[in-house]
């Protein structure tokens, strides 16, 4: 044998031994590691966020779920109707006629309950499972709620407000309502 083919022979044997040695630390340790980190810390959010009631799965608080009827808060608007497995907004632009559509049919559909509509009452939420809706939306949403369920105004206004997370880090987002957790708040109350 050749002192090149000993060569090649030692730098491929040491390539295969760096290949393994890597594959377990980068595709197994390091993963597992950061598994077990993630259910031992955080383990509400490493299994979904879900939210029980009663020992039962209601949702996530990362998930918005349609609600009907005009005793519950309504979310934003869905091109995917809440469906998990159709996430995705209309993608549509603004001065789209489509678009201008939707909008003025939702306009028209909250002009009853009167008061400055906001926008995200307005707009479809980009991924169609938005969880939260702007304090404002909720509380335009809130005498048709506290009418509904035949409770005062100040106590839907307080559940609210209760429910209301302001903005992450203190300056990051926007104040934001989690509609299935405020739904489920009232839920409680009956």
Not at 63 to 69: A, K, R, S
Not at 135 to 143: D, G, R, S
């Amino acid at each position: 044998m050749s002192t090149s083919s000993l060569s090649i022979g030692r730098q491929s044997f040491a390539a295969l031994r760096i290949f393994v040695v890597l594959t377990v630390l980068v595709g197994v340790i390091y993963p597992a590691a950061v598994w077990g980190v993630g259910r031992i810390a955080f383990h509400s959010q490493a299994t979904g966020s879900l939210i029980t009631r009663d020992g039962k799965v209601v949702g996530s608080s990362l998930l918005g779920q349609q609600f009907t009827g005009p005793q519950w808060f309504q979310g934003r608007a869905s091109a995917s109707n809440y469906a998990g497995n159709a996430s995705g907004g209309s993608n549509l632009p603004e001065d789209d006629k489509r678009q201008q559509q939707a909008v003025a049919q939702r306009r028209a559909a909250l002009s009853s309950l009167g008061g400055k509509i906001p926008p995200d009452a307005l707009t479809e939420s980009a991924s169609g499972l938005d969880p939260d809706i702007s304090p404002a939306y909720a509380q335009l949403q809130a005498p048709r709620v506290a009418k509904a369920r035949g409770l005062s105004l100040a106590v839907v206004e307080h559940l609210i407000s209760e429910y209301t997370q302001g903005r992450d880090a203190g300056f990051l987002g926007d104040p934001r309502v989690n509609f299935l957790e405020l739904n489920l708040a009232l839920q409680k109350l009956q």
